[in-house]
């Protein structure tokens, strides 16, 4: 028997509702802000923004027009604030605390996806879950794993060396191994535990993860956000049953949920069971959270669900963040091929180094010093953040300052914006990291490493970013927990692999687009989006 028709009614029906409720109780602080003309009643600007040609490109138009602030409209015709604006952003990310959680729809859905771990809970949980984690994520510690990043990028190193043995003219697609390679990487720091994901090409978690977003957040149904943009209305009680939605795509979270707890599970069994002495050594995530949940204090214990999350959440953030950016960054480097033949000058420098002092590995202090390549790194995540947008909601009345006064409907000027509680606000990554303005340039477009150079102090910037300044990795007391270990790992798969290997764009030079993938930015190539997401290049053994 098929659920389907009756699951549409019951949609239907609560569709109706909400409609009935959102048109009882409008009502809106924004009416002097501009923006964007609402083209649906239903959809509001939410449509356009998820079917968008490539990420961030509504938000580059709409700022060219509106400036760093403007109004869009949400579901069913609810207005929002949409933002790049260095100083409303540092309030609300920074200032704000606990008081701007995530919108619920697009929480749920994490939360559908990948439990209830760090990118999911909220105010005191949040809290604690990010406390008893923090020992796991110093820069000490994380810098031990650097010996971990480059045994596992040998392993990519003699997979590339194999296919370019049997064709040398061939096309790799770099983005498919690096996802690879990030898999079986974080399994060790994560949880120690070995993915094997580079000795299996049929790994199913890997397999899992290669097609998830493509199939399950690129350009979804109209039913689909429909039915989304209904959930911020529903009790809890009705909430919680979404899980069970006989959807293509709810059936596939629910099949990546239980691979990854068939995985979880037993690992966390054995290691709650070997207790706090035996895990004193280790220096794993799951290691830490055991010896956490032997303390008497309540507050530093997670139980089993919450731990099994933060797995989850840790393996599917870094096995797509770190590969995507290092995809691009090859991307951009096969346009720019002197500036990635100087790199490679500099790496191949750094490691004649290493071996005169009678070593062979590079340790942090030798990858910090490869200035070409920290701004290879850094171009790429100003110029391609991966989560290109975050939905927030204010939990209290507010007012929100700017840093860039805007031009309202009657022609006034505009220096802060009064929220009310409820009130969504949208922050556009994408608008803050590449505006054209005085401080990235005229030409914030376009990757330029060197651009780095160019900004000689941070005095007239906002702080905000965890990492030279960027929202690559969010900012304030909900920004990236291993935002270091992103950056360790990219570093130095970057130099191991550069120093190999020369990257160049295929003979048909792919048109890469950004495509919106839900939550996260994909590359796809034009003409091509039955290949999914893949990021082609020619990949040949550097001289």
Known sequence: MSYQPLFLFLASCALAFVLLVVRLSRRSSLKNIRGPSSPSLLFGNEYEIFHQKEAGQLDSQWMREYG?????????????????????????????????PKRLDMNHQTLLLLGPGILWSEGTQHQRQRKVMNPAFSAQHLRTFIPLFQRTTGKVIQKWWNLISENPNGVILVNKWLSRSALDIIGVPAFDYHFGALDDAEHALAKEYSTLNTDTQLYPTAWTMLYRGIWPYLPASILNLTKYTPTHVFSRFRRLNQLFIDIGTPLYSSNASDGPAVREGKKDVMSVLVRANASENERTRLNEDEVLAQMHHLTAAAQETTASTLSWMFYELAQNREYQSRMREEIRAARAAVVGRGETDFNSDDLDSMKLTMAAIKETLRAYPIVYNLWRVAAKDDVIPLSYPIIGVDGTVVNEIAVSAG????????????????????????????????????????????????LSFSAGLRACIGWRFALYQMQAVAAELLEKFEFALPEDKPHMVRAPGGLTMLPMVKGKEEMGSVLPLRVLVAE
């Open 68 to 100: 760093y602030t403007w109004r869009t409209h949400g579901y069913f015709g609810v207005e929002q604030v949409m933002t790049a604006d260095p100083k409303a952003l540092q309030h609300i990310l920074h200032k704000s605390g606990y008081n701007y």
């Open 423 to 470: 009130q969504v606000v949208v922050i556009s990554v994408h608008g803050y990291n590449r505006p054209v303005d005085v401080i990235w340039g005229e030409d914030a477009d376009k990757w330029v490493p060197e651009r780095v150079t160019r900004i000689n102090s941070m005095d007239k910037q906002v702080k905000l970013g965890v990492y030279a300044n960027l």
